[in-house]
């Protein structure tokens, strides 16, 4: 019995796709497209029904001494409306803080699921996720600046940065276009996508890696075996501090994207 | 030294903190990129499609001094302010 085990676990090594593809749970079709419901999208739906019932409870009633639960809720919306909002896009910002705040929140739950034990895979190190964040705070910073300045003036703008001879715009309007229209939502997608996947595969490796090596018949192996594991638990922490950073990241990026689109001053 | 570090760290505003020179950092590093990408690429598909071998080097080179044009553009006069 312990034999099999050792084997079912060796054989998982190296890591590698197949590690990011779980058989869907429940499968259906609407108008021909086929959607998969799998582990995934589950934990997603946990992370967004927690940090749902987080601020529900935060404001339920609201007291002029917040309790502990609006105490905590209330710091964390401050820390991104102050920290965040204020310092990036100014007073202007204030009014995207709720955004920004769910957006950091969601990001975090997302990503910290890959050392949660159980979990232990994050829903953002499938790239459709990412995607999906970039595209709305895409459409939400381009949308800004269209109702700011009129559609005209916002890619006017954009494409046309003022104060350079004429004669240079074939050469920049088109990496001006590719800079802001295309760069930065790939990036914003790609940058987090990118560390979670490189995360969950990095500690793939070393926590089978010593799985295998354990597993082994040669006994300097199976010694070995304990540095892989306690790298696994030092990359960890590691990686717990990536995912918290990533979605510092994202997120002040979409801030400071919003505020280039308020501004506007090339 | 300090030419290229005060530049990106020059606050034009008193309210913005690292925040905002980290993600001036990443809008420069994009504009670079961008910046060889496209016109690297158009020399790419100017190889490609006359047979030629000069397009991309040209176009690389042009796209890097595009970018930095605009990299200076926008963020150098920040520290005369």
Known sequence: ?266 | MCDIVCLAMADDQSNRGPEWGMSTGWAIVGTLISGMLVWGGIGWLIDWWFNVSFGLPIGLVLGAAGAIFLVVKRYANLSSE
Not at chain 1, 70 to 93: L, N
Not at chain 1, 122 to 130: D, Q
Request: charged fraction near 10%; proline fraction near 6%; charge should be positive.
């Open chain 1, 1 to 266: 019995m312990e034999k099999a085990v050792r084997v079912s676990l060796a054989a998982e090594f190296p890591p590698g796709l197949k590690d990011f593809d779980y058989a869907p749970l429940a499968d259906f079709h609407v108008f021909g497209v086929e959607f998969a419901i799998t582990k995934l999208t589950l934990l997603t739906w946990i992370a967004i029904a927690g940090i749902s019932i987080f601020f529900l409870l935060a404001v339920r009633k609201p007291q002029l001494v917040p309790g502990r639960m609006q105490w905590m809720g209330e710091s964390a919306y401050g820390f991104i409306r102050d920290g965040m909002a204020r310092q990036v896009i100014g007073e202007a910002g204030v009014r995207f803080a709720p955004y920004l705040t769910t957006l950091f929140l969601f990001i975090v739950a997302n990503n910290i699921y890959g050392v949660i034990p159980l979990a232990q895979i994050s829903p953002t190190a499938k790239i459709s996720l990412p995607v999906a964040l970039a595209l709305i705070s895409f459409v939400l910073f381009n949308w800004i600046g269209i109702r700011q300045h009129g559609a005209a003036t916002y890619f006017r703008n954009i494409l046309f940065p003022p104060g350079v001879p004429i004669w240079l715009y074939p050469l920049l309007t088109p990496i001006e276009f590719f800079s802001t229209l295309v760069v930065r939502p790939v990036t914003l997608a790609v940058r987090l996508f990118a560390n979670m996947f490189a995360g969950h595969l990095l500690l793939l490796v070393f926590i089978l890696g010593g799985a295998t090596l354990l597993a082994s018949d040669n006994f300097l192996f199976k010694g070995f075996s304990f540095f892989s594991f306690l790298l696994a638990i030092v990359l960890s922490l590691f990686e717990f501090a990536v995912q918290l950073v990533q979605a510092y990241v994202f997120t002040i990026l979409t801030a400071s994207y919003l505020q280039g689109a308020l501004a506007q001053q090339h």
